[in-house]
């Protein structure tokens, strides 16, 4: 059975669903890793949003939406170049706190709590990472990660950027969540940003 990872379903309902064995029983607005993006976009549609390229390989690229269908203020897909399915590799949402990191962090323990009790065989780590290339290190993420025993992971992260970086980028405190594969995080981890 899949699961929906979505903002309202998992504060009012994860309690009630069976447990996840898999990244692949989860999903983001109806749609899981494994599933084909065709299935729910028109191709001439996300030939039009942006791609995000990596600087040290090409191997996979992002594209987000420009605007999310359900709960998410953007969702965002990892795919594999000249993939002609559109697999999905990676799925993440975001939601936006306006200088509200207090809420943003109250928010991520909701959901974490949900997570833990629906995957009982992933293991949870929680780090602080900060961003030292931006305004030395002042704006950072809170993050919590979930992996499973074959390496797959949901990321958990509110970032707090600095009143500095706000103003200057117009970035917003945010919420994100992350399903990825094993592949693909190796890739992020070891390629992507060589």
């Known amino acids: 059975m899949r699961l929906f990872i979505t903002v309202l379903v998992l504060i009012f309902s994860l309690q009630s669903w069976s447990k996840a064995d898999d990244i692949r029983d989860l999903e983001i607005e109806g749609i899981s890793i494994g599933d084909s993006l065709l299935d729910f976009y028109e191709l001439d549609e996300i030939n039009s949003w942006e791609k995000v390229i990596y600087p040290s390989s090409d191997k996979y690229f992002k594209v987000d939406t420009p605007s999310a269908k359900g709960d998410y203020d953007d969702i965002g897909f990892h795919l594999k170049k000249n993939d002609p399915k559109f697999v999905i590799y990676e799925i993440a949402g975001g939601k936006y706190f ?97």
């Open 98 to 194: 306006d200088n509200q990191m207090s809420e943003c962090m109250e928010f991520k323990k909701k959901v974490a709590l949900d997570i833990l009790d629906i995957t009982k065989n992933s293991k949870k780590d929680s780090y602080r990472y900060y961003y030292k290339k931006v305004e030395n290190g002042k704006s950072y993420a809170d993050i919590d990660d979930f992996e499973y025993d074959n390496g797959d992971q949901i990321r958990l992260w509110c970032v707090n950027w600095s009143d500095k970086v706000e103003k200057k980028t117009n970035f917003t405190d945010n919420f994100s969540i992350s399903l990825t594969t094993k592949e693909h995080m190796k890739w992020i981890n070891t390629e992507a940003y060589k």
